[in-house]
């Protein structure tokens, strides 16, 4: 098939041969050539941004994903290297300041530790309303918001490939041990999946838990195959190594003995699905990055894609349409696109949900039934997944058309509802009940149901 052809990098290498991976950081940011080229003030905005935000990008992403003719415009120099607009101009300020005094790191890491704290490090409840309890204990690594699908924070999969500029888990990157879902014990994992019969999804998450040693991700894989979780249908594994690293399914060396234990999940009757970031076209250009599609697909795994809106990247129904079509063309199954979160560096990457919806239309328009599988644009907020179906007049009033795609309470999933029409609200709360009510229909059930979580 396709291996006939031998497959090549842009600098005539065999995509089959290991490759080293070189990761670059706040550290040694200075050494990256495309931003040696810089000016110094460019360089200098890059470090104040990224001693606040995380900053990790490897050799793979800025030799061969981005463009650099492009840039600063670059869709995926904007996904990975700071931009000054992503912090507040007084946040920027107050570290510049630090920085250009020479402060020690002490003073900048409390300088930085202010600033993040009013960005909004732990968005949608996920610290107090998320997490399980299992035996009377709170179940570290794991959150359990909607009853289907668990998720599951492995302890050495808390990093990723390259960080995204716009990451909602950006928080757990800059250090803070608490700010780690992470959890390195199979055995609640497994205990709780055994005691929880409603479970149908499990969802390893991260970071990426696909900067995982295939032998360490064994280590939480193989109990599923025991018979008595035989409840468990589904392992979803949410990873951006397809764009970040696809050499992890191709060339890295345990990369066949990753493939031979999707391989056995599928035999064992599971579904296994790669839940695969995706934001741009350009991220499935390279053949490396065709290969590693091509081959999680031999294992019987599905590949679905997912990802936010994003100012700046690709607010652009077209790119969206291409997206999707080379997507579905290579067998990868649309599935979200996210509004961006109300968290880090929204400020820049924000869309309003007006026009999150005409991105979202404008692309459905393009593409067959097989690509109009992407659900969206959807906010993962506190009470549940909210869909924006549309922007239309009842009665003279213009408004939002809304959906729970899921819920806190799985009773609310499906019904439509209706918010007064905003043109700048980017997010839930800063939606009104249309028509004059006084409170949307599940928001008495939301403030019992956190209530209770919340012991108050
Ligand atoms: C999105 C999400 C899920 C999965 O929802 P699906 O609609 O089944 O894909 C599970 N848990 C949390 C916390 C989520 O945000």
Redesign the pocket.
């Known amino acids: 098939m396709s291996q006939s052809i031998p497959l090549q990098t842009p600098k005539g290498e065999n995509v089959l041969e290991p490759r080293r991976f070189q990761v670059f950081t706040t550290r040694n940011m200075d050494q990256i050539p495309g931003i040696q080229r810089m000016s110094e003030d460019a360089r200098f905005a890059m470090k104040v941004v990224a001693n606040v935000l995380p900053f990790r990008v490897n050799e793979y992403v800025l030799n061969e994903l981005i463009n650099w003719e492009q840039a600063p415009d670059d869709p995926i120099y904007q996904l990975t290297i700071p931009q000054q607009g992503m912090l507040a101009p007084e946040h920027f300020n107050r570290m510049a300041d630090v920085l250009r005094r020479d402060a020690d790191r002490a003073e900048i890491q409390r300088v930085a530790w202010e600033i993040r704290n009013e960005l909004n490090p732990h968005p949608?409840g996920?610290m107090d309303l998320?997490v399980p309890e299992f035996e009377g204990e709170k179940v570290e690594g794991m959150?359990?918001?909607?009853r289907?699908?668990?998720?599951f924070f492995p302890s050495q999969g808390q990093v990723c490939h390259s960080y995204c500029t716009f990451c909602f888990r950006w928080a757990q990157f800059v250090g803070d041990k608490e700010l780690r879902f992470a959890s390195n014990e199979a055995d609640r994992l497994i205990d709780y999946l055994r005691s929880h019969t409603e479970v149908s999804?499990l969802?390893f998450t991260g970071g990426d838990p696909m900067v995982m040693k295939t032998k360490n991700l064994a280590q939480y894989m193989e109990p599923l195959l025991e018979a008595d979780l035989d409840h468990v249908q589904t392992v979803?594994i949410g990873t951006k190594a397809l764009t970040f690293w696809p050499q992890r399914f191709v060339s890295d060396k345990d990369a066949d003995d990753l493939l031979r234990l999707l391989e056995r999940l599928v035999e064992s009757g599971k579904h296994v699905a790669l839940?695969a970031h995706y934001n741009h076209p350009q991220e499935l250009s390279t053949d490396v990055a065709r290969e590693a599609i091509r081959r999680i697909r031999d294992t019987g795994a599905q590949i679905r894609s997912?990802g936010p809106l994003l100012n700046h990247i690709n607010k652009d129904a077209d790119a969206w349409a291409r997206m999707w079509r080379e997507q579905v063309r290579l067998g990868i199954i649309p599935?979200?696109m996210f509004v961006e979160r109300d968290t880090g560096a929204r400020r820049y990457f924000e869309v309003p949900l007006a026009q999150a919806w005409e991105v979202y239309r404008g692309a459905m328009q393009q593409v067959s039934g097989l690509g109009r599988t992407a659900?969206g644009p959807?906010m993962?907020a506190d009470p549940g997944?909210v869909e924006i179906q549309g922007v239309t007049e009842i009665h003279g009033e213009k408004v939002f058309v809304l959906r729970f795609?899921?819920g806190r309470n799985p009773d609310w999933v499906q019904r439509p509802f209706f918010a007064k029409y905003d043109p700048e609200a980017t997010w839930l709360n800063h939606l009104k009940p249309a028509f004059g009510e006084e409170k949307f229909f599940w928001e008495d059930d939301y403030q019992r149901i956190v209530a209770e979580k919340t012991g108050g």
């Open positions: 949608a996920q998320n959150q359990h918001k909607y289907e699908t668990v998720l999804d969802l979803r839940m997912q599935y979200y659900r959807s993962s997944k795609i899921q």
